[in-house]
């Protein structure tokens, strides 16, 4: 029953009418949804919150601006700087900025301090003790949009150059005798992390497209051929950006800028991937069939349960980031898992279409042809009968090791794999947000000038809130004995509530490091003693700690706990899918184990190259559970290919020779895949944005590890030590291996 489905439905996708409707249909369906719905691009949302209400920092955060709304606001720090030493004409400058913010205020500006109604004398008590820089803050209304932010920078920038007669935003901090202004803080932050996304979008999917042209073109030697799967994952691409715009704009999901970026490279990996393996079968096909439909038949009644496996399997796998707190991770799920649903149904209905259509013509100028078509067309031109390739030398070599030496396979794989592994271990991880910015950031300038010449701490305090209930609480005292902290402020009542007092707290090292982050918990713990020991009850409610610093603290703790929950239920889901697919418990925990394996591996791999090479002190913290998904999830994907070809070949003939002939049939184009898809992962590596960088140099490695090591030797070396157990529980006839 299930075979005359498939051929049923193969025979639609390849008929002679009805494969122009299937490519009709995607070519109506694409348009129509184009004209009617918004690009994803247009529903960007890059200042979503990650953290939900109930976050300990949210909800301290919330407390402040209600109670506290002098200190609440988002500032922008315009840093005036002069290495040689601010000059009253510098002074002048900012005095002068300040009276025109103060005159024509920008949009959503909250307040700024009057720097123009001070004297000369007491504004330079403002400037730090080696006299060279002078910090402004201007306050913003909470949530404003970043573009508005951006045209406020802009107006910033505008009124500057006109107090200063040049542009000293384009002067080098480290430049003497001259002003140079930068605008940091989190309004900063937020627009330069903004900007570089800007176009990002259109460079990487231009790039992308380039490489996996230029990858086909000299895998296959075909142009019409590399053609046809970046045809089919451009329509899956232009039909699946409307669809997420419309649930963007419904509210429905919210997507960003670096979940489009991973999407595209996601969509056009991943999708070429699933083309190629279509492609691969239906090339052997025709060099056995005359009829090119029944060759695209047989292709695809072979090619398609592997495809729409590992499709399902990345799907849920990827869809799993839904039950994930923290919001950069969930906002991954929808987009994520739909694109390659979408890719998946292209690969299915699209593709096959499109084959059907140009037939042999596909592979030209290397027509596939059966043995008796070469005859005849040799006959026509009176020429000898060519010679057929043998199947690939480096396959027939890695079969027949694998079955003749799997042990030593399995022991230098597991070395190998176990070291890299172990070395992992040695991974730091940071979430501080500047780290993962150029050095040349404006913002990422301004926290350099503030961090010299002033405390760090300056860029971003912490606010720590009490509820006193009416007793004399002396915290500023307990707070300032931390060795991490610089200065605390005298306290202020709330508005509402007199017995809340607020304490803002100026570390003096980086507010976004780990060790500031590492302060947050002790804070709270000194807040709380201090009211306990004036005999306060119920403690722990009654103290808040918001700001940049805390907000961190709770991506740490709320990224953690999502890693507890997601990294088991993709194991679990997916364990559950390959014993759906194989029938066999044996099998399913072998292929699940050595992508898991591979994982750790290219963690510890990637952090060699990262850190001893790049000279990178720590990793973003998101980075292993995001290369966890995707590792595991597509490393399967070339499990699941290469073992359906041996579960196949094993109903015909003996294990090791199924062993054999499935690596050597499946080794061609399980490499090239691997080798576009970790070469379009690779491309992220060209951003200027480091979460991504290190994010792409990990997933290429993992896949290459997959492709080159995995794939090719661990899962067949284990397979044949397993012999018939690999098959268990199920029942399956073997048949017998040949006596030499």
């Known amino acids: 029953m299930k075979k005359s489905k498939l051929t049923t439905f193969s025979s639609y996708m390849t008929g002679r009418v009805s494969r122009w409707v299937v490519i009709g249909i995607w070519v109506v369906l694409t348009a129509a949804l184009t004209i009617a719905w918004p690009a994803v691009n247009d529903s960007e949302v890059n200042n979503a919150p990650n953290l939900s209400d109930d976050s300990p920092s949210v909800e301290a955060d919330k407390l402040i601006k209600k109670q506290f709304p002098n200190s609440s606001g988002v500032p922008a720090l315009l840093t005036w700087h002069n290495e040689s030493g601010l000059t009253k004409e510098d002074l002048k400058a900012a005095q002068q900025m300040a009276e025109g913010l103060e005159k024509d205020p920008l949009e959503d500006q909250t307040s700024t301090p009057p720097l123009h109604k001070l004297p000369v004398s007491a504004l330079q008590q403002m400037v730090s003790k080696d006299g060279t820089t002078l910090v402004q803050p201007i306050f913003f209304k909470e949530s404003v949009d970043t573009e508005v932010l951006k045209e406020n920078l802009d107006d910033i920038k505008e009124q500057v150059k006109k107090q200063v007669a040049y542009d000293p935003f384009n002067i080098s901090i480290d430049e003497n005798d001259k002003l140079s202004t930068r605008v940091t803080g989190p309004v900063g932050i937020q627009v330069d992390a903004t900007s570089l996304f800007e176009g990002a979008d259109v460079s990487l999917l231009i790039a992308t497209v380039v ?254 809130v009490i509820d006193t209930n009416g007793k004399s609480i002396d915290l500023e005292k307990e707070l300032k004995k931390h060795d991490l902290v610089s200065t605390v402020s005298k306290p202020q009542s709330g508005v509402d509530n007199k017995n809340l007092k607020v304490y803002e707290v100026k570390f003096n090292v980086n507010p976004y490091s780990n060790k500031a982050m590492e302060a947050i918990p002790e804070l709270r713990d000194a807040a709380e003693k201090a009211l306990a020991n004036a005999n306060v009850t119920s403690v722990k409610s009654k103290v808040w700690i918001g700001g940049q610093t805390a907000t961190q603290y709770d991506t740490m703790i709320t990224s953690n706990e999502d890693n507890d929950i997601i990294v088991p239920l993709i194991i679990v889901f997916i364990s559950i899918l390959l014993l759906a697919y194989l029938r066999s418990i044996v099998a399913m925990l072998y292929l699940v184990g050595t992508v898991i394996l591979s994982y750790s591996a290219a963690l510890g791999l990637g952090w060699l190259i990262i850190h001893n090479i790049m000279g990178v002190d720590a990793i973003q913290g998101a980075i292993p559970l995001y290369a966890f998904v995707f590792l595991v999830a597509l490393g399967e994907d070339y499990n699941i290919f290469m073992i359906s070809s041996i579960w196949k070949k094993k109903n015909y003939m003996p294990l090791k020779q199924a062993i054999k002939e499935g690596v050597s049939e499946t080794s061609g184009v399980i490499t090239s895949a691997g080798i576009i898809l970790a070469a379009t992962f690779a491309v992220l590596a060209t951003l200027p944005i480091q979460v991504l960088v290190q994010f792409g140099i990990i997933t290429a490695l993992g896949i290459l590890l997959d492709t080159f090591i995995v794939r090719p030797f661990l899962v067949p070396a284990i397979t044949t030590v397993c012999g018939r157990f690999a098959f268990w529980p199920a029942k399956v006839k073997m048949v017998k291996e040949k006596q030499n």
């Open 211 to 464: 490489l996996v042209l230029v990858l086909l073109l000299i895998i296959y030697r075909s142009p019409i051929l590399a053609i046809i799967p970046l045809i089919g994952v451009g329509f899956a691409y232009m039909l699946l950006s409307p669809i997420l715009g419309f649930l963007a704009d419904k509210d429905w999901i919210t997507v960003d800028a670096q979940s489009i970026s991973i999407m595209t490279v996601l969509l056009f990996g991943a999708g070429t991937d699933y083309c190629l393996f279509l492609i691969s079968h239906y090339r052997d096909e025709l060099l056995k069939v005359n009829d090119k439909r029944k060759a695209l038949i047989h292709a695809f009644k072979d090619a398609s349960g592997a495809i729409a496996m590992s499709g399902i399997t990345v799907v849920i796998s990827l869809l799993v980031l839904i039950v994930a707190e923290y919001g950069a991770y969930h906002r991954f799920a929808i987009p994520f898992s739909l694109s390659i649903l979408i890719m998946g149904i292209a690969s299915l209905t699209l593709i096959p279409a499109l084959l059907s259509v140009m037939g042999r013509g596909s592979f030209y100028p290397f027509i596939p042809r059966t043995p008796e078509m070469e005859k005849e067309r040799a006959a026509k031109k009176g020429k000898p009968v060519p010679s057929r390739k043998s199947k690939s030398r480096f396959g027939t070599w890695v079969g027949h090791i694998v079955t003749t030496k799997p042990w030593t396979i399995i022991v230098a794989c597991v070395i190998f794999f176990g070291a890299m592994s172990v070395y992992s271990s040695q991974i730091k991880y940071t979430y501080d947000v500047l780290s993962s910015f150029p050095e040349d950031m404006p913002s990422r300038e301004g926290f350099k000038v503030i961090s010299d010449a002033y405390s760090p701490g300056e860029l971003a305090p912490a606010q720590v």
